[in-house]
């Protein structure tokens, strides 16, 4: 309750009664106070506040802040115009201040003149005290200002609204000078204790800056990449010669896992695991992997290791990285040729072997009917039957010898054709008819499917044509059992003239055909093996056609289901009569 007593002449009394209870059951005592006051207020304060009004130098003067005087701003916002004014007298006597009205005239203030602290009422015109805090934080240069909120709604509640709000503090009206002063001191240390650990840190940063320069000027110099993980698995630090691969800048890739900076995610992945393999284990550890950056696809060698602290633990995994790609290509390329090599020296060895006995045989069945025919007269028919042996086999070592020569002349460059008009029909039927003997003494059938209605004339050499043809049907023949089938055709093929060699023998293996043309390689290699050659037949066909500027294929079902040769020649070459 409120009572005056006034007497003309002798003045006025002015009494204010107010009652006293002890807190609810259950209630904590916290619960009852403001969390910034930390006990109750005597009515000697109150009074002695009152009495300061009137007489500023009468009241309680509260113990001085450790803050020097003069050294801080404080922004007042206050729309009572007393409070204000009360406000403003405790703090001016400690610190600078500057008083305003409301709370956007408080922001524009703190836009125009950055205040070390802001002491608003939460009950304000333009913007309440929640609203100019909000907008304080929104901005870079008022973000970090403390903010003193002063409220006459008590409670824990609302005091945890405002600091959950971002206050520094929260004082509940009515509130002594010390009550004031006291929080407002302590959060203008902590500002000053903050901007001074801000400038250290700043100073560090800049330490850290130059001292990455300084590194970056060193391995600029490297072509290798070299890197740090923290313990996190994130870049610390990454040289140019990384930056320039992966297209990023340091500010692009520092704080980066190498899964948000591209990397395929089985290729991150590993790397994670590998970093808390070298965490754990403090061994270094060592990998190859592909990877897509900036210079395409390449291929790199790297290794982690731990970087250890004074008291032996891993603080980081520091990483360096090698292009080894034109090594690697190297490498491969010196493996496959030593596999080329041996490969060629073992077809080198099988061929002599080949050679050896192929030679051999025609010569030992010449010599022993040399032999037989000297030690006795002979009778007639065994005469002529060792004469048409002793020419067939020297015969067959003859060609032998020219086909060796024809690849020798292959391989020097020296294979030289004629040039003049040939009757690709009339050497085909020319070719038929030197083999037809050996095809009936096999019981092959032989089946031809030629273009009859014009001849076909190419320009080219005769005899390697024909022993194109003869070389196709000879291995026809060898490789066709007894009662088998030969086909031979001729057609044009759009621009080309196509030779066909079909016949229905053993077949080819799959793997085997693309070296069926190759030199001295037979699909036999054993000295067991049932047909005789040197396996240059094949190998002299595709020479030859190649040199008259045509082209040679094979193919094959597999093995059992025959096989067709087939070359051809382009018809500028060629032209119909």
Request: hydrophobic residues 45%; proline residues 4%; aromatic residues 6%.
């Amino acid at each position: 309750t409120i009572r005056v007593d006034s007497e003309e002449g002798r003045g006025t009394t002015s009494a204010v009664s107010m009652p006293m209870r002890p807190a609810a059951a259950g209630e904590s005592i916290a619960a009852t106070r403001s969390l910034t006051t930390a006990s109750s207020v005597s009515a000697d304060a109150y009074v002695s506040e009152a009495l300061s009004w009137v007489s500023p130098g009468s009241g309680e003067v509260a113990a001085r802040p450790s803050s020097s005087p003069g050294t801080a701003r404080v922004l007042l916002a206050d729309d009572n115009a007393d409070m204000r004014d009360y406000v403003r007298r405790l703090l001016s006597e400690r610190w600078e201040v500057e008083a305003v009205a409301d709370g956007a005239r408080a922001l524009a203030a703190a836009r125009a003149r950055r205040p070390d602290i802001v002491v608003a009422d939460v009950m304000m015109p333009e913007l309440d005290g929640f609203e100019l805090l909000a907008a304080l934080r929104s901005e870079s240069s008022t973000r970090e200002v403390p903010v003193v909120l002063l409220s006459a709604r008590a409670g824990e509640e609302a005091t945890l609204k405002g600091i959950e709000a971002g206050a520094a503090d929260y004082l509940v009206k009515p509130f002594t000078a010390r009550d004031l002063v006291a929080p407002v001191d302590v959060q203008l240390q902590r500002a000053q204790q903050g901007a001074a650990a801000a400038a250290v840190e700043a100073r560090m940063m800049a330490a850290s800056e130059q001292q990455r320069r300084f590194y970056d000027a060193v391995l600029s110099a490297t072509p290798d990449f070299i890197y740090v993980f923290g313990l996190d698995h994130r870049f610390i630090y990454v040289n140019q010669a990384l930056l320039a691969m992966w297209g990023k800048t340091w500010d692009e890739a520092i704080g980066r896992t190498c899964l948000e900076l591209g990397y395929e995610p089985w290729h991150a992945e590993m790397h994670d695991r590998e970093i808390d393999q070298v965490r754990a284990t403090k061994q270094p550890i060592r990998g190859e992997v592909p990877f897509h950056g900036t210079q395409g696809r390449r291929i790199y060698d790297y290794i982690f290791v731990p970087v250890f602290a004074a008291d032996g633990e891993v603080i980081a995994v520091a990483g360096t990285t090698r292009d080894v790609t034109d090594r690697r290509m190297s490498e491969d390329a010196l493996r496959e040729s030593e596999r080329r090599l041996a490969e060629a020296n073992h077809v080198k060895d099988q061929f002599l072997a080949t050679l050896s006995h192929e030679l051999r045989t025609p010569l030992n069945a010449i010599l022993g009917w040399t032999h037989m025919l000297q030690s006795a007269p002979p009778r007639p028919e065994f005469l002529e039957r060792g004469m048409q042996s002793i020419e067939r086999n020297a015969k067959a070592q003859a060609q032998l010898i020219e086909d060796l020569l024809d690849v020798s002349r292959v391989i020097s460059g020296k294979l030289a054709l004629k040039s003049e008009d040939v009757n690709l029909r009339s050497v085909i039927s020319g070719a038929v008819d030197s083999v037809r003997p050996a095809m009936i003494a096999k019981a092959l059938r032989l089946r031809t499917d030629i273009d009859t209605d014009a001849d076909i004339v190419i320009c080219g050499d005769a005899d390697r044509l024909r022993q194109v043809m003869w070389n196709l049907l000879s291995n026809a023949i060898k490789f066709t059992p007894s009662g088998g089938t030969i086909d031979v055709g001729v057609k044009r093929a759009g621009e080309t003239i196509e030779v066909r060699v079909r016949d229905s023998g053993v077949g080819i293996e799959a793997s085997f055909l693309p070296h069926v043309f190759d030199r001295f390689r037979q699909a036999e290699s054993s000295p067991s093996r049932q047909h005789g050659g040197l396996g240059l037949g094949l190998a002299i066909v595709r020479h030859l056609v190649e040199a008259h500027g045509g082209s040679v294929s094979a193919a094959s079902d597999g093995p059992g289901l025959g096989a067709v040769f087939m070359f051809r020649l382009a018809l500028e070459a060629a032209r119909a009569r």
